[in-house]
């Protein structure tokens, strides 16, 4: 992601408050492609330790605020991000929100900063610190708000991680991190679920794993067969595997836990949403009427 060879004129001039994992990460990126970086930190000796790295060190978050019109904000939570803001003048500056949230906390810091006089753009990372700064990662940045700011500073911006504005709205970024990071974790617990069952058994889980990684890469394609059926209102043409089928069998699953003593915690929450949604009269469905159940769409779907 990193370019040395940035002429002087486009190495935009920024600050960073917070120097955390992953502030110093985007730090150090745009230090190595020549971008001046102004950094502050409530823990000054975390902020320190890039001076020597070529980044200046400011004494306080409105000090750091006024070296710069682009202010990168990578803070704890939300409330951080007020309180760190709240003594530095704001008017002309251009702020890009990179801490955690959720999509109603990047629209009232929007309507916040902009109401100080800012430009104001709010961002969800995808990715870890590791990754930042790092060619063919694969790390990216949702970015939204001001489009004006995006447009104006997305050179910059795409030094860390690529970039991917997602509209107007500045709860958006929010909204699709949190939504993307929603589906690896549920991934995450059939995985943790899947180990479970082999533990102890005369199967070597360095040998199980590709088995594993094959068969959800496979699956994978029904996350565009739920988008289809979303769009098209059709949850019942051409299904394959019906909840009602599905339901029926899922037995097997709970019986073979209880025979391995392994917890059923991770699967029976979304086999008792199967079993709900088919008890309503959904069986010739497939999974994707579960959503129906989760978004509040059930008495009308």
């Not at 990179?98 to 916040?112: D, E």
């Not at 040998?207 to 959800?216: D, K, N, S, V």
């Not at 991770?266 to 709900?276: A, F, G, H, K, V």
Request: hydrophobic share 50%; with cysteine.
């Amino acid at each position: 992601m990193t370019d040395n060879a940035l002429s002087p004129s486009s190495r935009t001039p920024l600050t960073v408050l917070g120097t955390g994992a992953m502030g110093t990460a985007l730090v150090r990126a745009w230090l190595a492609a020549g971008h001046p970086v102004t950094v502050w930190n409530r823990t000054p000796a975390r902020a320190e330790a890039l001076a020597a790295e070529g980044a200046t060190v400011a004494a306080s978050a409105a000090e750091a605020v006024a070296a710069n019109r682009l202010v990168v904000v990578c803070l704890l939570d939300d409330a951080s991000v007020g309180e760190a803001l709240a003594p530095a003048g704001l008017t002309g500056r251009d702020v890009v929100n990179l801490t955690t949230g959720t999509p109603g906390q990047g629209r009232a810091r929007a309507a916040w900063a902009e109401a100080r006089g800012a430009r104001f753009l709010d961002g969800g990372i995808m990715a870890v610190p590791p990754m930042i700064g790092a060619a063919e990662s694969g790390a990216f940045v949702f970015y939204s708000g001001s489009a004006e700011l995006f447009e104006e500073h997305r050179a910059a911006l795409a030094v860390p991680a690529g970039t991917r504005y997602v509209g107007p709205d500045a709860g958006s970024a929010a909204l699709h991190d949190v939504a993307l990071l929603s589906g690896m974790y549920g991934m995450l617990g059939g995985i943790a679920h899947a180990f479970a069952l082999i533990r102890g058994q005369d199967i070597a889980p360095k040998e199980f794993a590709p088995l594993l990684e094959g068969w959800l890469n496979a699956m994978s394609s029904l996350v565009h067969v739920a988008a289809e059926r979303l769009e098209s209102g059709d949850f019942t043409t051409d299904v394959v595997s019906s909840l009602a089928m599905q339901v029926a069998s899922s037995g097997t699953f709970l019986g073979t836990s209880e025979e391995l003593g392994v917890s059923t915690e991770l699967l029976t929450p979304y086999l008792d949403l199967m079993r709900r949604r088919v008890e309503s009269g959904h069986g010739d469905e497939d999974n994707a009427g579960v959503i129906a159940l989760l978004d509040g769409s059930a008495a009308t779907a």
